[in-house]
Nanobody, 122 residues
Framework: QVQLIESGGGLVQAGGSLRLSCVAS????????MGWFRQAPGKEREFVAL????????RYVDSVKGRFTISRDSAKNTVTLQMNSLKPEDTAVYYC???????????????WGQGTQVTVSS
């Protein structure tokens, strides 16, 4: 079992930055692919970024490339999402996921955090 707790969301003006953190507890953190997803009101949950167990592979949705950076610290069981140059369309609830991180669906062995709200004002 893995527990994921996100933090770092908030309200920011367009062009600003936020840093989201996801702390994992439970089973071996370093064995999991980790990812960030987001869900805006009235929209389906979408993939944002992923990182492989040892951090050698990262992937991003096109809309955040060059603005967001995903990283992980296995010593602290933490994955972070640094978000720069934020836009109003980035407004959503952001979720951390462990497991099958290329898909917004839930498969056996996947774990989700509770989500953290990010609001970007224009």
């Amino acid at each position: 079992q893995v527990q994921l707790i996100e933090s770092g969301g908030g309200l920011v003006q367009a062009g600003g930055s936020l840093r989201l953190s996801c702390v994992a507890s439970g089973r071996t953190f370093s064995s999991y692919d980790m990812g960030w997803f987001r869900q805006a009101p009235g929209k389906e949950r979408e993939f944002v970024a992923l990182i492989s167990p040892f951090g050698s592979i990262t992937r991003y949705v096109d809309s955040v490339k060059g603005r967001f950076t995903i990283s992980r610290d296995s010593a602290k069981n933490t994955v972070t999402l640094q978000m720069n140059s934020l836009k109003p369309e980035d407004t959503a609830v952001y979720y951390c996921k462990a497991g099958q991180v290329s898909s917004p669906t839930t498969s056996p062995g996947d774990y989700w955090g509770q989500g953290t709200q990010v609001t970007v004002s224009s």
